[in-house]
């Protein structure tokens, strides 16, 4: 399986700034995604992030607030912008598909608190 | 719009018990599903994929089923340990989108 670290493992924020979180992986993916999981609750996809063009997003999700870079096919970063109490969260980044019928491997998830 | 549900939302049994879960999802045309585990504050742990074309899969004592048509799967553990205590979530996927879908989980204590 791949070993994906993220960074910040954790930040307590202020609000109206912006944070950008890092996710790096130990070998060449296909797909990357975003996550979020709101406090007590389950996680919901923010985008997957393309290599070389504009993430995707889902529906309730803006580039302008959550914008994504994937420069190469094993670093991505998410910025949440602007921020508010709101968008306290985990944030987790996961890769796929493995080889083993589209497997998803996930990292350990970047704990943000918004004051 | 799939949607993917876990019961009971949380479980408490005895050391040594074995014990289920459940996780059941509305839309059958699934690729696959896959288990997890999510320690407090932490990410997520693959424990089992299941593709669509299989009935079960094993790991150690955990044992995950799939019935497609009925649009269940569950997560049987046998012999549970202190250690097993943790948050699991179920996640589908469907033909031609590697959009990982998630239920709500289900938190589970063993008692010592």
């Known amino acids: 399986s791949a070993v994906i670290s993220q960074k910040p493992s954790r930040d307590i924020c202020q609000r109206g700034t912006s944070l950008t979180i890092q996710c790096q992986v130990d070998s060449q993916v296909t797909m990357m995604f975003w996550y979020r999981q709101q406090p007590g609750q389950s996680l919901t996809l923010i985008a997957t992030?393309?290599?070389?063009?504009?993430?995707?997003?889902e529906s309730g999700f803006v580039i302008d607030k959550f914008p994504i870079s994937r420069p190469n096919l094993t670093f991505s970063t998410l910025t949440v912008s602007n921020m508010s109490p709101e968008d306290s969260s985990i944030y987790l980044c996961s890769v796929g598909p493995s080889g083993r019928g589209n497997e998803q491997f996930f990292g350990p998830g970047t704990r943000l608190t918004v004051l | 719009k799939q949607e993917v549900t876990q019961i009971p939302a949380a479980l408490s049994v005895p050391e040594g018990e074995n014990l289920v879960l459940n996780c059941s999802f509305t839309?059958?045309?699934?690729?696959?599903l896959q288990w997890f585990r999510q320690d407090p504050g932490k990410g997520l742990t693959s424990l089992l994929l299941?593709?669509?074309?299989?009935r079960e899969q094993t790991s150690g004592r955990l044992n995950a089923s799939l019935d497609k048509s009925s649009g269940r799967s569950t997560l049987y553990i046998a012999a549970s340990q202190p250690g097993d205590s943790a948050t699991y979530l179920c996640?589908?996927?469907?033909?031609?989108?590697?959009?990982?879908?998630f239920g709500t989980g289900t938190r589970l204590t063993i008692i010592p």
């Open positions: 839309d059958s045309a699934i690729y696959n």
């Open positions: 299941i593709q669509s074309s299989q």
């Open positions: 996640a589908v996927t469907l033909f031609g989108n590697e959009k990982l879908t």
């Open positions: 992030a393309n290599q070389g063009s504009e993430a995707t997003y």
